[in-house]
């Protein structure tokens, strides 16, 4: 018998995991979401529990199993993941925001099913902007302190590397994880881009749960040495 033990690299860790879209409601049967599967961020859930985490995983609108061991929420609007979210960061000691969440939600979205009216005018929408997220918990007391270690993700259609190291800086991270979207939405593979102040790695194409064993490993790394 071959009896092998994974180290538990991330034992009396608390992680708090955004995945997936979310859904922004234009009136009850409508709304506007996004192509994003929630497939990576459930992988690093999984990836963070296997590493001996408790981990929380707040979820919009995906149709994937909760990995075994992790406390799942679910949610739909770019709000309730910020409810959420706040919610748990207190106790939390990582973040990992990788939700697309919908930049914009319709300005107010009707009580009831909006109908054709027959003259063949269509609707006018107004939008407002969501919170960031990711932003309000790094720029916490706790974000900035390093107590709540805070990993942004970033999906870019070109430049990824530019846009990676602009996000970094503007949205107050320790750690941004780049990606070429949206040609991995979905998929199962992945190849990521990992951004800190001292540089850049490459993690090539691999399956996603490999990826995020290997990003949390980085994690554990990062925030061993801070403790
Ligand atoms: N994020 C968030 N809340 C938002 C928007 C983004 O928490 N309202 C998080 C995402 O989960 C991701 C990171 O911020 O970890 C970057 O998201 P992204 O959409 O790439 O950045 P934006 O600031 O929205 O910029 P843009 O979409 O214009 O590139
Ligand atoms: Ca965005």
New binding site residues.
């Given amino acids: 018998v071959i009896a092998f033990f994974q180290p538990k690299l991330l034992a009396g860790q608390q992680v708090l995991v ?1 995945a997936g879209p ?1 859904y922004e409601a234009i009136d009850p049967v409508r709304g506007i979401t996004n192509l994003s599967s929630g497939k990576m961020g459930f992988a690093i859930a999984r990836a963070a529990r296997e590493a001996g985490a408790q981990v929380t995983l707040v979820a919009g609108p995906v149709s994937l199993p909760t990995p075994r061991g992790v406390t799942r929420v679910n949610v739909k609007s ?1 709000q309730d ?2 409810e959420a ?1 706040m919610q748990h960061a207190p106790i939390a000691t990582i973040f ?8 914009w939600r319709p300005a107010s979205a009707a009580d009831h099913k909006i109908k054709k009216d027959g003259t063949g005018q269509c609707p006018q929408m107004g939008f407002v ?9 790094a720029r916490s007391p706790r974000g900035q302190s390093g107590a709540l270690f805070c ?6 259609s070109h430049d990824l590397l530019a ?1 990676a190291q602009a ?1 970094r800086a ?2 107050g ?1 320790p750690l ?2 780049g990606n070429i979207g949206p040609a991995t939405f979905g998929q199962d593979d992945n190849a990521l881009l990992l951004v800190d102040e001292h540089g850049t790695r490459e993690m090539p194409r691999a399956p996603k749960l490999a990826l995020a064993r290997q990003l949390i490993a980085e994690v554990a790394r990062r925030t061993r040495a801070a403790a």
């Fill in positions: 955004t979310t770019a993941m910020l979210v990992v925001a990788t939700a697309a969440v919908a930049d902007e969501n919170p960031d997220i990711l932003a309000g918990v990993v942004g993700f970033a999906a870019e846009h996000k503007r949205k991270v941004l994880v």
